[in-house]
């Protein structure tokens, strides 16, 4: 069965700074990945995801992630903050065979002026 | 194009009750997955449908139940409801199943137990 862990539960940073969010997953083969952001009182939305080629990915508002197989990760990045960005960010790890999505625990942003 | 709509978005119930929860996918959309979010455990998936049968279930009691009608809108019902089914239940959906399917979640309902 897969997993995914997300290590930080909380991050802050000052708005114009850069923001790495980390994600790792347990799986045999290359899963499918994605990246998902929950506001306050809403629902969750898809960033980006991953499913095969280019292990650089760019998704919406800025973001991109990079696809490392030989770290198992699936790290979400953005080269400067702007104060929106506040949310909570959610890594997702599909798996191919038994066709489960699974979610990690997310990690809240907050961003300083 | 209409996102994914969930109705109530809150509900206030007492322990013993039984309760159904609604979502209206995005059209065209045949997949509809339901998921329980809290603050510790985070989401956890609940049950996905696609074309009227459930193709696939997470680790819930028997307690926690859904259908998908023909218009592709599901219900999902929980019976007699425990103080720790407070949650926050969201719906997603997608054009068709499986998991490198992208989801497009609805605003949730948020459950109170009391």
């Known amino acids: 069965a897969q997993s995914v862990t997300q290590p930080d539960i909380h991050i802050t940073v000052s708005e114009g700074a850069s923001l790495e969010l980390r994600c790792n997953y347990s799986y045999g083969a290359t899963p499918y990945l994605f990246w998902y952001v929950q506001s306050p009182g809403q629902g969750l939305q898809l960033l980006l995801k991953?499913?095969?080629?280019?292990?650089l990915v760019q998704g919406i508002k800025g973001f991109e992630a990079e696809f490392k197989r030989s770290q198992s990760s699936f790290n979400l990045r953005k080269p400067s903050v702007h104060w929106s960005d506040a949310a909570e960010y959610f890594c997702?790890?599909?798996?191919?065979?038994?066709?489960?999505?699974?979610f990690g625990t997310g990690t809240r942003l907050q961003v300083f002026p | 194009k209409a996102g994914v709509t969930q109705t109530p978005r809150y509900l206030i119930k007492t322990r013993g009750q039984q309760v159904t929860l609604s979502c209206s996918p995005i059209s065209g959309h045949r997949s509809v997955s339901w998921y329980q979010q809290t603050p510790g455990q985070g989401l956890q998936f609940l049950f996905e449908?696609?074309?009227?049968?459930?193709?696939n279930k997470g680790n819930f009691p028997g307690r926690f139940s859904g259908r998908q009608f023909s218009n592709s809108r599901s219900e999902m019902n929980v019976s007699t409801l425990e103080l720790g089914d407070s949650a926050l239940y969201l719906c997603?959906?997608?054009?068709?199943?499986?998991?490198?399917?992208?989801?497009?979640f609805g605003d949730g309902t948020r459950l109170s137990i009391l």
């Open positions: 449908y696609f074309s009227e049968t459930q193709r």
């Open positions: 991953y499913f095969s080629g280019d292990t």
């Open positions: 997603a959906s997608s054009l068709g199943a499986g998991s490198y399917q992208p989801q497009h």
């Open positions: 997702a790890v599909g798996a191919r065979d038994t066709d489960k999505l699974i």
